[in-house]
């Protein structure tokens, strides 16, 4: 009797040519089996039957989570004072947005805290200078000075040496309104308050500014989505020295203070470059 | 009954021996002792007592599994011609090839094993009650396959000895469907592991066409080559006659499967030279160093050259059919493709990394000692494999419920 | 909301890192009283239960994972009452506790089988395991996706001036590794006039001021890929991606086998060689499940984008540490985001853009 092609007399068996073909119909079935299966079907696409992935219409905004709320928002950035923004300048899709207001506000929303630790976002680094301050610390509206003696002024100010702009030449006036010393003087002629420094830049360094109300430029507050409240210009760019200044990295809280790539310390060769604290 | 008896004198065969014997055994449990061990300072303290990093994140260990699949695939170069084929030859030999298969496939699991940073969560795998991710993970193939390869390996081989035991002829009817399964299984579980390699476009020294063919190549040089040393081993301390012809053949198999393989590999390095892009710096890393990073370079060259040597002295007809030169010819093959196929094929796909960072690999005390083990555990029940099979094909193992005139009846394969 | 369904044979075969169909065994069964906020469930009926009343006899049939964990913790229960009783057992009462934590731990699934019940319950245990280690009060978070988000991230190789707050600040946020100096974000010097994407001369490990002269700095990460090569080799499923794009890892389910660590093309997946050691007065207690728990050795991680902080509004660390504004980060599908216009206004260009894994991670310059 032959069974898939093997033919048994007695006690051989011989195999003929059809058991090989069963076989190769055998594996060609799995084969197209293990494909079938194995054939995506969009990963990333949506199964049949399944409601979609709700999509934002042109718009519509995302709702403005609960990050507002007291409990959520970091406490170093309860205390900034923020005012919309001035001016034509618009955020993406042609939205308003709010700027921190620096000369107001507490040092402390440069401060922001990831696990534990506490970092401090400054990129400007140089504290000696007056202008490090908030210019209300002393000055409390038409230039007036809190609780300082008239005359004494010059003195605090020739502090500031100035390197931008550089090339053209211009001086302190270039800038400053002569008559409050807490407002900016525009081309036009306008002037603006120092916390919206963003006019004047913007007459220079337009393309940084046109990025940082997009987007592409300066540091968002508290997070990605709802209001958006981003940095002024003055937060990081000092605008009397606005050279980013050198500093070393960080190195990473190993143990070891070790900057090679990890597991090596023990275990093979060194990596590329040279590695030291 | 029969089962009873069966199970018994195989454990009497396992456990009686000579001195030689009895020293190789006691050798081999030494050297699996020092690799449980070690694995119990690496489950102790973690993956970090190996050489293994985040950019070399695979070692000695999958090095050692991706050749052993090739091992264990090799078998088919005795099943084949024995079962399918007919080649009487064959017959007295093939038991020998599918004990090597087990071995090579215990071993193949053991190195997987070690290599897992949590083992005990293997139970994940299982279907149903873990989460397999079939068909998409090729990793997931491989679990498959090579537990059903070893089921194949275990069960044929099980069935035909114990009908011996018993007396009869078993059945072919009820192994042959099985045989010609382990045929194409043993080619797909080699095309899977180098398929496991060859499926990743982030290492462009793996992501080559001709991973596949070049480990079923180096498969069936190295086997067979293996295979002839058992055999000649086995021919010198046991009664067990086997004859010139199935080692011949088989020396022509491994010969003419080493040469493709040298083909390939001179197909390789012509596409990683002729031009060299930045895909190719894995293979300069191999072969002539990169950036001052050089450790496996003399592994690689020695590794070409032996591979060079070995074939070219089995081509040489007067050289393969001496014996004893055959041997020396195929230990040394077996061993240059071993150099190549292992740590010369995983540990240069690390190298640089994707980001473009070297970092070198050095294996550790760990790792020598639980490779160690784990190859020792291997020899360890190819030689129980062996020592419980011959006595019942040599005829003289039989179950003791049988009269006289069946125990000396001749029985068919 | 969650999305899950009773794993059948026929799921274990058809899976490929697709969404999942909503259960609706899930829907009439949820008992809010037991679930606290900690993600999904049906607790506003907004997922449609309508009202309906729980049909208590379709009651959620024990699956054979929690039939073998029941036997297996029986027994386990038993020797540790039979240990107990030993005159030798010198174990305290927070070290039995932990012990049994840790075997029902041992067999819990997949986290993406998980009904909301069985979420709650592993977070209640990984706590407790957290407080009995030594770790303080921690809160585990299981927040799923949010709705019409998709993270996409920009990065402006002009401002990156290789200060690695970045780096830091995910250590501190993702409670990484300290012994072994493990760090999701790699920040590259390279060498001026070089291919900004050739990374063959760039050097990660530099300690010299910074910025230096002639160099310009790239940083890399996972890059969230749409087309994840790492998801699709798990043998496990114990990686996957998240409906907001993110490729998360089940620290639980992973077996430890690296090969997603082969697969990845961006180096951006690590293994923790040995057990992870985060002094406890520097542990994150805002966790995640799927990001910033604690881990233990012989599993896989690496960077989700903060989950525990983007599930929340909030920017991830990275993003929010850097000091001269390089990062930016927001949601592909809000038209009006940053990230969105960074990408229609700016040249953008992704690392190995021919491999098709389609990164949701982009530089550009300005």
């Known amino acids: 009797m032959a069974i898939a092609g093997v033919r048994c007399r007695g006690r051989g068996c011989f195999v003929t040519s059809r058991t090989y073909g069963v076989v190769v119909v055998i594996w060609v079935a799995a084969a197209v089996l293990a494909v079938g299966w194995s054939l995506p079907r969009s990963e990333m696409g949506i199964e049949a039957g399944e409601e979609a992935l709700p999509v934002l219409a042109p718009g519509e905004r995302t709702s403005s989570a609960s990050f507002e709320t007291e409990d959520t928002l970091p406490s170093a950035l309860k205390s900034v004072a923020i005012e919309p923004v001035q001016g034509e300048w618009r955020g993406p899709g042609g939205h308003g947005f709010h700027v921190a207001i620096r000369t107001r506000s507490e040092a402390g929303y440069r401060y922001r805290q990831f696990g534990r630790a506490v970092f401090d976002l400054t990129l400007r680094l140089d504290e000696s200078e007056v202008s490090q301050e908030p210019c209300t610390s002393c000055h409390q509206g038409q230039g007036r000075v809190r609780g300082r003696v008239e005359g004494e002024a010059e003195g605090v100010h020739q502090n500031v040496q100035p390197t931008h702009p550089d090339q053209t030449g211009a001086q302190c006036l270039t800038c400053h309104d002569a008559e409050d010393v807490s407002r900016l003087r525009l081309e036009r002629g306008e002037t603006v308050s120092i916390d919206h420094a963003y006019r004047l830049c913007a007459q220079c360094h337009f393309p940084q500014v046109e990025s940082w109300a997009y987007g592409a430029h300066g540091k968002r507050l508290v997070g990605w989505r709802g209001r958006r409240v981003v940095m002024g210009c003055a937060d990081c760019h000092d605008p009397h020295r606005p050279a980013t200044e050198l500093r070393l990295p960080m190195a990473g809280l190993s143990l070891g203070g070790d900057l090679l790539p990890e597991g090596e310390g023990g275990h093979g060769g060194e990596p590329e470059g040279d590695a030291h604290d | ?413 | ?366």
């Open chain 3, 1 to 366: 909301m969650t999305e899950r369904r009773e794993l059948t044979f026929d799921d274990v075969l058809r899976n490929a890192g697709v969404h999942e169909a909503q259960s609706r065994l899930d829907r009439l069964m949820p008992d809010p009283a037991t679930l606290p906020d900690s993600g999904g469930g049906c607790q506003d009926g907004s997922c449609g239960c309508g009202g309906a009343a729980p049909n208590t006899l379709m009651a959620k049939p024990m699956d054979r994972r929690g039939a073998l964990g029941a036997l297996f913790g029986a027994i386990a229960v038993t020797a540790q009452a039979a240990g107990a009783c030993a005159p030798t057992a010198v174990e305290s009462d927070e070290e039995r506790e932990a012990m049994l934590l840790r075997q029902e731990e041992y067999f819990k699934g997949n986290y993406r089988l998980m009904t909301p019940r069985e979420r709650s319950e592993t977070v209640r245990r990984l706590e407790r395991l957290a407080q009995l280690r030594g770790m303080g009060d921690v809160r585990i978070r299981t927040d799923d996706a949010l709705p019409g988000v998709m993270f996409g991230y920009a990065f402006n190789i002009s401002k990156c001036k290789g200060f690695r707050n970045c780096v830091e600040a995910c250590i501190q946020e993702n409670n990484l590794d300290r012994a072994s100096g493990d760090q999701y974000i790699r920040i590259f010097e390279k060498p001026d006039g070089e291919s900004i994407d050739d990374l063959e001369h760039a050097d990660a490990t530099y300690g010299h001021a910074v910025p230096a002269e002639g160099h310009h700095y790239l940083g890399t990460q996972c890059f969230q890929c749409a087309n994840p090569p790492c998801v699709y080799v798990c043998p496990v499923q114990a990686t996957w991606q998240e409906p907001d794009g993110v490729v998360v890892v089940d620290y639980d389910w992973c077996i430890g086998c690296r090969y997603c660590m082969a697969a990845c093309p961006y180096w951006a997946r690590r293994f923790n060689w040995a057990e992870p050691h985060v002094p406890a007065e520097e542990v994150n207690p805002r966790q995640h499940y799927l990001g910033n728990r604690l881990r233990k050795k012989g599993v896989v991680e690496k960077c989700t984008f903060c989950i525990q902080r983007s599930r929340e509004g909030r920017l991830p660390a990275c993003a929010e540490s850097c000091p001269t504004g390089a990062r930016v980060f927001g949601n592909l599908l809000d038209p009006e985001s940053e990230i969105r216009w960074v990408l229609e206004n700016k040249q953008v260009f992704r690392l190995k853009e021919d491999l098709g894994t389609e990164p949701r991670f982009w530089y550009f310059m300005d």
């Open chain 2, 1 to 413: 009954m029969h089962l009873k008896w069966f199970l018994l004198s195989a454990f009497r065969s396992a456990t009686a021996g000579s001195r030689r014997y009895h020293l190789w055994m006691g050798g081999l449990t030494l050297l699996m002792l020092l690799g449980a061990y070690g694995y119990y300072v690496q489950l102790r303290d973690g993956l970090a007592v190996t050489g293994m990093n985040d950019h070399v994140s695979w070692g000695l260990y999958i090095s050692n599994f991706t050749f052993l699949v090739g091992m264990a695939a090799a078998a088919v170069m005795l099943v084949l011609p024995a079962y399918v084929l007919k080649d009487v030859d064959f017959t007295k030999v093939v038991l020998i090839g599918e004990g090597l298969a087990v071995a090579a496939l215990i071993m193949c699991l053991g190195f997987v094993v070690v290599d897992l940073g949590s083992p005990f969560r293997s139970w994940h795998l299982t279907p149903i009650i873990g989460f397999l991710n079939f068909p998409r993970s090729l990793l997931a193939w491989d679990v498959i396959v090579l537990n059903g390869y070893l089921a194949l390996n275990v069960l044929i081989p099980f069935y035909i000895l114990y009908s011996h035991y018993r007396g009869q002829s078993p059945n072919p009817k009820l192994y042959l469907p099985f045989v010609y399964l382990s045929v194409f299984w043993a080619v797909s579980i080699h095309m899977v592991t180098a398929f496991l390699l060859a499926g990743l476009p982030a290492r462009p020294f793996w992501n080559s066409s001709l991973m596949g063919p070049r480990f079923l190549a180096s498969a069936f040089a190295a086997g067979p080559a293996l295979i002839i040393v058992m055999l000649v081993m086995v021919r010198s301390y046991t009664p067990y006659d086997i004859g010139k012809e199935a080692i011949s053949k088989l020396a022509m198999i491994a010969t003419v499967a080493a040469q493709a393989n040298l083909v390939m590999i001179l197909s390789e390095v012509f596409k990683e030279f002729y031009f060299p892009t930045h895909h190719s710096l894995s293979a300069q890393y191999l072969f002539f160093g990169l950036h001052g990073h050089d450790a496996l370079v003399t592994w690689i060259r020695t590794s070409i050259f032996l591979n060079v040597g070995a074939t070219i002295a089995l081509t040489i007809h007067p050289v393969r059919h001496n014996p004893r030169y055959l041997v020396i010819a195929s230990l040394v093959l077996f061993f240059a493709i071993w150099m190549d196929k292992g740590m010369g094929l995983v540990i240069p796909g690390f190298i640089p990394s994707p980001l473009g960072e070297i970092v070198e690999y050095r294996a550790t005390w760990v790792e020598f000692a639980v490779t160690a083990g784990i190859w020792a555990l291997g020899l360890f029940i190819f030689t129980v494999l062996v020592k419980v099979a011959l006595p019942i094909e040599m005829g003289q193992s039989r179950s003791p419920y049988l009269s006289e005139e069946e125990r000396s009846a001749p029985l068919s394969h």
